[in-house]
């Protein structure tokens, strides 16, 4: 297929996948699909924040178990415009693991075929801006995801609330934290802790508290965040 | 979308909602609807959420963490009262939702908050769906009410607390011994021990310790000191004898109100068997309120000018507010009010007396309508006339000339200070009620043998006049020609019985009250017209059939229903029906004012809350009893 050939020539480390007619048209769609203008403000933008459960925490080696994804339209959470899979595995996570996330075994076995999943994901994020805490996981483990099992790189962009919220609340915490640290600083609840559609509402929720303060702080566009994002690094890195 | 995330979403807002009321007990359909269609937003501290100024409402709002502070907007209490702090599991501004009307509270986060948010479109169909979610709305509103009312009266009983309440008895502000004489007592020996004991007045009392008379200190320049009367005179000479008394158990209002009608400075207290337990002076009750009734007399009979005299004006309505909120009842709230606004009245005459020389005419002020019974309420206008008698040797139309050029200034000074002037021209400058004794009988008389419907109609006005000022036995006369006159045509109570029956209670056969009667006010029942003038009517009917004098509406009750020989029981329970619909249009003239508008008496029994509105149902029922009474006297 030429037009395939055109498409993912420029990636040559990219493993050569062939999918079935409509998955690539599936695909296809997705990528035409017009880039988000990052430099609308807050309340006009759709964020996507992401959160991601792996059979470990290894980057390189471990698989992606689930994605939940919850959309913050206009700065509100519409409980009709979130998402949740489990992708099929093949060989089923340690018990250990299975304890943290609590997808058992059958339920992994039974999950959607990784291909499907994966074009599910990305139907539903559109070119929508990406939210995570501590990104660098959920963006790694989808990527690789996206380059397994499609034979593509994404090229979405992510913003880490782990790195903008420090920025927005130096009255609170001016340093790396984790998560909980400032679920319970904004007295945000989690219904179901390690359960990738609950952790990101509870992650949502955390964006909801940054966009009002970005907007009233002159940080008002996606863009903004992800300067403030790449400034925050960069001074950290220097310093 | 993705139909798994979202139910695991769905329920897990389910779980945190069940736990506060009333979503505990909704319907499991209601709230997958409800939880669907939440949409979750978040409000930083200090944020407003909703005010006023958005207009109507079109989100309502379930707090899911954080608190929300609800206040009353209006620039005239912008104090605490009615100010309410939510937390998680409430839910806000539902009235306002409801009625998609702006909101008249002010809803800020006080705390970071995070709040499910529903479209006033769901909102609507989700109390369709739910039964419990439509009676907690509707509940809700008026447990509002019934709050906003209470948190009223905590606010004025504050205000109290620093001095004590209007409606506490008189025996707890008596607190000295009564220092008292007998009344062979030398002047002298009563104005020393009067000095020596820094005492402002003297009470002289009898063998019996019941008192006999009152002499104060401002007494003695003007009966002792000017006359150069002999010290060794006995006391009994100069004392201001039949003193103001009161049961040690009668309210500090009774006292205030007596000082009000008959302007005396001290009351005197007695027990039950009449004894002198002490003196109550205007001084002690000016403790107890900051805008004390002693300042606006003061203020009153010391007025120069108009514009202190609509101050006054305007201190008669909050003191009359502050014993509202006091919990003083309708009764004597409208007689207080009416008593001090007698006093404005025969200021604005006194001051135009000084300009128009009216010496040597007998004339007199006569009130007409509330003012004449005595039961006026926040909302007054003007009605009043002149009744004066002409000697053969004067000029009937100069005199009457003098007499409209004065009543058109009394009434200009008055709608001034704040009785406006009447629509209807019931003045005392209209020509037509400026008038003679005689013609004044002519003009009762007429009406009396001619009952037509403009007849009827006049006399429910008139027929309540009082003297108020100047020669007040002119108006006794013509009293008793009145009271003649219908003692002598049996047809004409018939045909007043006849027209006040015209109106009914509005109970209704299947709803609790009739409420679509004017188009305008739809919900509203007219406490007015279909409340007090019910009782109003029928006690004017009764006063004249019996002979009475009175024109105050409870008072006809209680002594005509004595002289017709009704059950005293059935009296008192027809009296507290009146009492109660006053005391609502009270309430509401007064909410209406708070809110800048002026107070009308429609009144939306839904707003009432569930013990009021059972009251007002029975007191409909006392005004329907009242009828068949007329209807079986009167055979109508």
Redesign the interface.
């Known amino acids: 297929m030429k037009w395939m050939k055109k498409l993912f020539g420029g990636a040559p480390v990219l493993p050569s996948v062939s999918l079935p007619a409509d998955q690539a048209a599936a695909l296809a769609a997705w990528r035409k699909r017009p880039d988000e203008d990052f430099a609308r403000p807050h309340f006009r933008t759709r964020y996507v924040v992401v959160d991601v459960e792996a059979s470990g925490l290894n980057m390189r080696r471990d698989r992606l178990i689930s994605i939940g994804a919850v959309a913050v339209s206009g700065g509100m959470i519409d409980p009709l415009d979130t998402f949740g899979v489990v992708l099929r595995q093949d060989e089923v996570s340690s018990h250990e693991n299975i304890l943290i996330h609590g997808i058992g075994g059958s339920a992994q076995q039974d999950g959607v075929e990784p291909v499907a999943a994966l074009l599910r994901f990305l139907d539903f994020v559109g070119k929508a801006p990406l939210v995570a805490y501590h990104a660098e996981f959920d963006q790694a483990m989808i990527e690789r995801a996206a380059r397994d099992h499609l034979g593509t790189a994404l090229e979405l962009r992510w913003i880490d609330l782990a790195w903008v919220l420090p920025e927005l609340f130096r009255e609170r915490i001016d340093a790396q934290a984790q998560l909980d640290d400032w679920l319970g600083q904004f007295g945000i609840g989690n219904f179901l802790r390690h359960n990738a559609v609950a952790d990101a509402y509870a992650t949502a929720q955390l964006l909801q508290v940054a966009l009002t303060r970005g907007a009233a702080t002159g940080k008002e566009s996606a863009q903004s965040f992800f300067d403030t994002e790449k400034a925050r690094r960069w001074l950290r890195r220097a310093g | ?2 139909t ?3 139910r ?3 329920d ?2 389910i ?2 909602l069940r736990r506060h009321s009333p979503f505990d007990r909704m319907e499991r359909e209601a709230l997958v609807f409800l ?10 501290k200090d944020s407003h959420i909703v005010t006023p100024e958005m207009g109507p409402v079109s989100t309502f709002y379930i707090i899911q ?2 608190k929300v502070l609800a206040r009353q907007s209006g620039e005239i209490n912008v104090t605490e009262y009615s100010s309410l702090t939510m937390g998680t599991g409430e839910c806000f501004p539902i009235g306002s939702v409801m009625a998609r009307r702006a909101s008249t509270n002010t809803y800020v986060a006080i705390e ?1 908050t ?1 709040c499910y ?1 529903l479209t006033a479109d769901d909102f609507v169909q989700l109390m369709q769906m739910s039964q419990q979610f439509s009676r907690f709305c509707t509940q809700y509103i008026a447990t509002l009410l019934n709050q906003s009312r209470r948190q009223l009266q905590v606010q004025f009983a504050q205000r109290a607390a620093e001095q004590q309440s209007m409606s506490s008895p008189l025996s707890s502000i008596v607190t000295k011994a009564p220092v008292s004489v007998g009344p062979e007592a030398p002047i002298r020996q009563v104005v020393e021990s009067m000095v020596s004991g820094h005492i402002g007045s003297m009470v002289v009392v009898d063998d019996k310790q019941r008192p006999i008379g009152i002499f104060t200190q401002s007494d003695a320049l003007k009966r002792i000191l000017l006359p150069g009367l002999s010290l060794d005179r006995p006391i009994s000479e100069v004392m201001s004898a039949h003193p103001h008394a009161l049961s040690e158990h009668a309210h500090v209002y009774d006292a205030a109100l007596a000082m009000a009608m008959h302007s005396v400075r001290h009351v005197l207290v007695v027990d039950g068997e009449g004894r002198l337990k002490g003196v109550v002076s205007e001084r002690d009750l000016f403790t107890l309120q900051r805008v004390g009734l002693r300042q606006i007399r003061q203020a009153i009979e010391g007025a120069q000018d108009i514009a202190v005299l609509r101050q006054a004006g305007a201190d008669v309505r909050q003191l009359a507010l502050n014993m509202l909120a006091q919990g003083v009842g309708a009764e004597q709230l409208t007689q207080f009010i009416s008593a001090l606004n007698d006093t404005v009245t025969r200021r604005v005459i006194q001051l135009n007396l000084a300009v128009h020389d009216l010496y040597g005419i007998e004339w007199a002020w006569l009130s007409f309508g509330s003012e004449g019974r005595d039961e006026q309420t926040f909302s007054t206008d003007q009605d009043n006339g002149i009744v004066y008698l002409c000697p053969d040797i004067m000029n009937r139309e100069e005199l009457e000339l003098r007499l409209l050029e004065f009543a058109q200034d009394v009434n200009r000074d008055l709608d001034a200070v704040g009785f406006p002037f009447c629509k209807g021209n019931i003045m005392a400058s209209n020509p037509e009620l400026c008038l003679t004794l005689e013609a004044w009988e002519e003009k009762f008389a007429k009406w009396v043998r001619v009952p037509e419907p403009q007849a009827l109609l006049n006399a429910s006005i008139f027929f309540d006049f009082r003297a108020l000022y100047g020669a007040t036995h002119l108006g006794d006369r013509l009293r008793m020609t009145l009271l003649k006159l219908v003692g002598s045509q049996s047809v004409f109570l018939r045909m007043m019985a006849a027209n006040a029956l015209s109106v009914l209670p509005p109970l209704g056969k299947i709803r609790d009250f009739v409420t679509d009667l004017n188009p305008e006010h739809p919900g509203c029942v007219d406490l007015k017209v279909y409340g007090a003038r019910l009782f109003i009517d029928a006690a004017r009917i009764f006063a004249l059939a019996t002979g009475l004098y009175n024109t105050n509406t409870v008072q006809r009750l209680r002594l005509a229903g004595q002289r017709m020989g009704m059950a005293s029981d059935e009296t008192a329970a027809i009296v507290e029906g009146f009492n109660f619909i006053q005391l609502l249009r009270l309430r509401h003239q007064h909410f209406e004012n708070e809110h800048g508008r002026p107070g009308d008496n429609f009144i939306n029994p839904d707003q009432l809350n569930e013990l009021d509105r059972r009251i007002l149902k029975e007191s409909f029922r006392q005004a329907r009893k009242l009828q068949q009474r007329l209807k079986l006297d009167y055979q109508v």
């Open positions: 979308m993705n798994n995330a979202t695991m979403l769905v897990a807002t779980d945190a939880a669907e269609r939440a949409r979750l937003g978040y409000f930083p963490r954080g970071d995070f948010q």
